[in-house]
C-alpha cells in the first residue's frame, strides 16, 4: 500500500494499492486551459486538459477587427488590408492582416550607374 492524492492533488492523500495508486477524486479540474482565460471544468483528470471549449471575443492578428472566437483557435486572420506605412515613407502596405513586419516597398529599388561604381535608392513606376 502506498499513500498518494489524486491526479489533480485537492483530495486527501488516501492509502491506495501499489497497482492503483492513480485515482481521481472527481472534483472539477480547475487548472488553467492554454486560452490562458478560463479553468478546466472536467472531473479530475491524468494528462494534459482538453481544448478551451469556450468562445470569447478575439482580436485578429493585426489588430483591426473584434469577433467572438473559439478560446482553442485564438490565431485569426481578418479581410483588412494592413495600410501601414512602408519604411519608403511613400507608400502603405498592401497585405492582408499579417503578424509581424510588412517588408520593403515593392515599388522602391536600387539603381545603378552605367558603370556600376555606386547606386541609389530611388522610386520606381508600376503601372498597373
Excluded at 487548472?31 to 485578429?60: D, I
Amino acid at each position: 500500500m502506498v499513500t498518494t492524492t489524486c491526479y489533480c492533488k485537492k483530495a486527501k492523500a488516501i492509502p491506495r494499492r501499489c497497482s492503483a495508486k492513480e485515482w481521481s477524486c472527481q472534483l472539477p479540474c480547475g487548472r488553467k486551459l492554454l486560452c490562458g482565460q478560463h479553468k478546466c471544468e472536467n472531473p479530475c483528470h491524468a494528462g494534459n486538459c482538453q481544448p478551451c471549449p469556450r468562445v470569447s471575443r478575439q482580436k485578429c492578428v493585426c489588430g483591426r477587427k473584434v469577433a467572438e472566437r473559439s478560446c482553442a483557435s485564438p490565431l485569426w486572420h481578418c479581410d483588412q488590408v494592413c495600410g501601414k506605412t512602408l519604411p519608403c515613407g511613400n507608400h502603405t502596405c498592401e497585405q492582408v492582416c499579417h503578424v509581424g513586419a510588412c517588408g520593403e516597398c515593392p515599388r522602391s529599388g536600387k539603381r545603378f550607374c552605367p558603370c556600376q561604381k555606386s547606386s541609389e535608392s530611388v522610386l520606381r513606376k508600376i503601372s498597373y
